[in-house]
């Protein structure tokens, strides 16, 4: 079946401007997460959505960074007046996510990610 | 200090060699732990997750050691399509999933 698709795949921008990226999760997955990646660097949790449940936003870096999404189904992430440190690769990820015992089992698979470079 | 520490490397070996990795967290409540494998350019992948009682997939072994709060990754005769970077992946109670900077490795003919 699809995996998690992401789009679009390569985005530059100027400084300012604002941007949103869009991600499409593998059919009934419940969990869905956006990651950042900056050049040669781990990724960096930014936020989490578990079906209609509360999102976890702990980890957006400023209020410049947003994510919406609808049910079980597609996410964006905005990005408001860019700077040139938003710079990076954007994944999302989707898992099956179980509550339970089966924790341990909750595989997350990305997309190919979001290349953002801001000017 | 980092949530996932690991050496960034870079691991150099040849093939057929072992190679250890190691990784630190410093969440002692943390409850599941994978290893993920990252391609130059490409999305991360599972490679496997880790049990508390350690696990072995073929040629990789994973290790986890709660006391000390460390997980290890063993590979065994590798080969020359192990060469990527290897993330680890720590997981607390919520759901707030934290990536290790990776530890890179090359190995050659």
């Known amino acids: 079946g699809a995996g998690v698709s992401q789009s679009p795949s390569n985005k530059v921008t100027e400084k300012g401007k604002d941007v949103e990226l869009r991600c499409d999760p593998i059919s009934g997955h419940t969990a869905l997460y956006w990651y950042r990646q900056r050049l040669g660097q781990g990724l960096e949790f930014l936020i989490y959505f578990q079906g209609n449940s509360a999102p976890d936003k702990s980890g957006l870096p400023s209020d410049r960074f947003s994510a919406e999404r609808t049910g079980e189904s597609v996410s964006t992430l905005t990005i408001q007046r860019t700077q040139q440190e938003d710079s990076a690769v954007y994944l999302c990820?989707?898992?099956?996510?179980?509550?339970?015992?089966?924790?341990?089992?909750?595989?997350?698979?990305f997309g190919p990610g979001t290349r953002l470079t801001v000017l | 200090r980092k949530e996932v520490e690991q050496d960034p490397g870079p691991f150099n070996v040849p093939e057929g060699a072992t190679v250890a990795f190691n990784c630190t967290y410093s969440n002692s409540a943390s409850q599941s732990f994978f290893w993920y494998r990252q391609d130059c350019r490409k999305e991360p992948k599972l490679l496997m997750s880790?049990?508390?009682s350690g696990n072995e997939d073929g040629r990789f072994t994973a290790q986890l050691n709660r006391a000390s709060q460390y997980i290890s990754l063993l590979i065994r005769d590798s080969k020359l399509s192990d060469s990527a970077t290897y993330l680890c992946?720590?997981?607390?109670?919520?759901?707030?999933?934290?990536f290790g900077a990776g530890t890179r490795l090359f190995v050659k003919a």
């Open positions: 992946v720590v997981r607390g109670g919520g759901f707030k999933t934290i």
């Open positions: 880790v049990y508390s």
């Open positions: 990820a989707s898992s099956s996510r179980l509550a339970g015992p089966l924790l341990d089992t909750d595989t997350q698979y």
